[in-house]
């Protein structure tokens, strides 16, 4: 069936998909938004029941598609992937079970070929994104402390998360080494922001925030674009974008929540799926004109897929820290090997994400893991040696691009809806495990300089496949890169990208504020243009 | 619920052997009742601990002369190892329902200083901490020029 013709169609209501949503709602253009997932009830979410840290591992609310069984997510075949797909299929996109740790790019992260002579430099500049991060910082509320060395002049709009104990231990340590550190910027209201609740110290902000503190989308921009006129139609899972005979993207075919097939007629068609998501739908979306998927012709959506390899570094500490409370995920970030300094062995570098400590049932859970918690007459001692004892950290290194790492679709695996569901083919290259290694090293060093009595670490850490960039990349050249520098896909005038698909190169922070900075840049420039926009 | 209901005392006193009582302040998991949360979380798959079970009580029987939920306190730690190395993967499912049931336990909670609730809506305070601590860092890090 067909509906009514629309000015603009996004496809995906995640952190990209929303704030395009919410900047080209001002224009009163017919904007539609299909989503495979539904609202979100924060009701729902695990820190509502004491069973919360048992949640985390299996469920609705864990971290791999693959596992939750839930029919909004698409499965995703990651058996030729170290790193493993995390993600969520909802209002908010991934944004619902994201840490909300929110640092920018640097400005050299734009200009890596130059500085470094690897990769490729970006089409845009950290100057062209400013006005974007601080407008998006404002919407979705983000909390930090102006002054950060690491980076030029920036104002968080709300004050920093608690350092509480934990945090100022972790400072001395990196003070005894001399090593940069900050609070981190987090995009989770500290105080009152835009009608959210501020944050209340739970904890897990990975399996959803019950408060409403955590800057997920469907609390931040959602509200606000759905007020101001756009309709986010959920449950909506769209199969292909068609083209007409000019070669311009005419609209989507999707499954409704009914199960009925529909066609979506659009003026714009623009792409919020993420990184996995949007090349498995271009490359679903083929026809006589794009024989090998749509936008293309360059042989390059998919590929260049890049994670960040994650290693992690915990240390256990002779008195109690307090880490259970507080955002779990935001506190301090290290960018003391950020800069490319080769005589490391490795060019470029990575973040250290300090986390808080864990719960009790996950101390428990570690403890037996890591044959630190016997059971018998001894458990309840080493129990007391471990529990809120534990600190640590994520290392986020920047990975490089790589052809050869991508996404293609699955020959045999579908999805609920029949959709073929993409397969990843991704391996570290040699660059990135030194990297590990380096900071591993390092990691291990800072938490003993902080007090730590033992340390252990993982790396790559499996399931960190949550940061999804590079699959539909930017740039000036159609031979070389899949959509320009304001994220139009060269082959197709109408089409745009706007989610992590479309990075050139990785960065060594999280990529969530880049990619919604990105999308609000674009909609600017359509905004602009719109008079002009097919010239 | 399985449909293998798993023998009791057998079970509850095999729970409390792998988290004894803390001295006064807190029975043992099994007296906890820990055996119903550990039963339903392995479901259908419950009936896999009883060849395991059924073996524990019988040698036992052979040891002590006494079923394992009647044997000296002393020899039933012995008896439990001997058991999980002749059957192995039995204890490490059991291990990982049983810790995290219990350490989500109210009591259990409490003995440990925490309020026996979820973390929502309470929440907890949190102190800002010595942002003083930062007067250190001056330009450390200082971000790359382009
Ligand atoms: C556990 C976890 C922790 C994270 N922590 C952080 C962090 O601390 N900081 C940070 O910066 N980032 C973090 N991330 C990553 C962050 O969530 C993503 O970078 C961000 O959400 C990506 O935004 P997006 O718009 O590209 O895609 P998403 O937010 O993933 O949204 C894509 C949306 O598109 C929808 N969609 C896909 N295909 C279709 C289709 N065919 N039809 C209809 N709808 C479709 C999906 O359902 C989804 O809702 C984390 C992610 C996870 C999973
Ligand atoms: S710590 Fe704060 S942001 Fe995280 S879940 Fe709790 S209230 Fe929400």
């Known amino acids: 069936m067909s509906q009514e013709p629309v000015d603009v169609l996004i496809i995906g209501a995640g952190a990209s998909g929303a704030a395009m949503a919410w900047s080209l709602a001002e224009t009163r253009m017919r904007i539609v938004c299909l989503e495979q997932g539904g609202w979100m009830n924060p009701a729902d979410y695990p820190t509502n029941r004491t069973s919360w840290e048992s949640e985390r591992f299996t469920g609705p609310f864990s971290l791999s598609p693959n596992g939750r069984g839930r029919r909004e997510d698409y499965p995703v075949n990651d058996d030729a992937s170290p790193i493993k797909i995390s993600n969520y299929n ?16 640097h400005p050299s992260d ?80 500290t105080q009152e922001h835009g009608g959210r609740a501020p944050c209340i110290n739970l904890g897990p902000c990975i399996t959803g925030c019950a408060q409403g503190a955590k800057g997920s989308t469907d609390v931040t921009y959602w509200p606000v674009a759905v007020r101001e006129g756009v309709e986010l139609r959920t449950h909506c899972r769209v199969r292909e974008i068609t083209v007409d005979d000019q070669g311009m993207a005419s609209g989507a075919i999707y499954i409704d929540e009914n199960g009925e097939e529909q066609f979506q007629p659009a003026e714009i068609v623009i792409m919020a799926c993420n990184g996995v998501g949007t090349p498995r739908l271009l490359l679903n979306s083929r026809s006589d004109r794009f024989p090998d998927g749509l936008a293309n012709s360059s042989g390059l959506v998919g590929r260049n897929l890049m994670f960040h390899p994650y290693a992690m570094v915990n240390g256990l500490f002779e008195e109690p820290l307090e880490g259970y409370k507080g955002p779990a995920g935001c506190l301090i970030i290290s960018q003391e090997f950020y800069e490319t300094d080769l005589a490391r062995g490795f060019v470029r570098g990575y973040s250290a994400e300090m986390l808080r400590g864990i719960g009790p049932a996950s101390t428990a859970l570690w403890g037996m893991s890591s044959g630190r918690l016997p059971w018998g007459a001894e458990h309840h001692s080493a129990y007391d040696g471990l529990w809120d004892r534990t600190a640590g950290m994520v290392l986020i290194c920047e990975d490089l691009p790589e052809p050869e790492n991508r996404v293609t679709l699955d020959p045999d695996l579908v999805d609920a809806d029949g959709i073929p569901a993409p397969r990843i083919e991704y391996a570290l290259s040699e660059n990135s495990l030194k990297m590990l290694d380096h900071a591993v090293a390092r990691g291990s060093e800072v938490l003993r300089a902080a007090g730590a009595i033992d340390t252990w670490s993982e790396a790559p850490l499996p399931p960190a496949g949550w940061h999804l960039m590079g699959t539909a990349r930017m740039g000036t050249d159609p031979e070389t890169s899949v959509v320009d520098p304001v994220g139009r896909a060269h082959d197709v005038k109408n089409l745009f990208v706007v989610d992590g698909s479309v990075f050139v190169t990785s960065g060594g922070v999280n990529p969530t504020c880049t990619l919604q900075a990105i999308s609000l840049y674009v909609a600017d420039h359509i905004k602009k243009n719109l008079a002009t926009l097919f010239d | 619920m399985s449909q293998d209901k798993l023998p009791q005392p057998l079970f509850s006193a095999v729970l409390d052997e792998l988290i004894p009582a803390r001295g006064d302040a807190l029975a043992g998991a099994g007296a906890l009742g820990l055996g119903e949360y550990v039963e339903a979380q392995f479901g259908e798959g419950a009936g896999a601990l009883l060849p395991a079970l059924a073996g524990l009580d019988d040698l036992s029987r052979e040891r002590t002369g006494e079923a394992f939920a009647q044997a000296p306190s002393g020899q039933r730690g012995t008896l439990l190892t001997e058991i999980a190395g002749a059957f192995p993967g039995f204890l490490d499912g ?10 989500q336990h109210p009591q259990v909670m409490e003995a440990l200083g925490l309020e026996a609730r979820p973390p929502f809506p309470g929440g907890y305070p ?16 200082k971000y790359r020029e382009v």
């Open chain 1, 110 to 189: 734009f200009r890596v070929k130059s500085l470094d002579g690897v990769a490729d430099d970006w089409p845009i500049d950290y100057a062209t994104l400013e006005p974007f991060y601080d407008l998006n910082a404002q919407m979705m509320g983000v909390a930090g402390l102006p002054g950060d060395p690491a980076y030029p002049p920036k104002q968080p709009p709300l004050p920093p998360v608690p350092l509480g104990k934990i945090g100022e231990t972790l400072g001395r340590g990196f003070n005894k080494l001399g090593w940069h550190w900050w609070p981190s910027d987090s995009a989770i209201a």
């Open chain 2, 126 to 141: 949190l102190a800002m901490g010595d942002l003083g601590l930062l007067d250190a860092v001056g330009t450390r890090g």
């Open chain 1, 90 to 105: 909802a209002v908010g996109g991934s944004t619902i079970l994201y840490a909300a740790h929110f640092p920018r790019f």
């Open chain 2, 94 to 103: 059991l291990l990982f329902h049983l810790y995290a049931g219990y350490y």
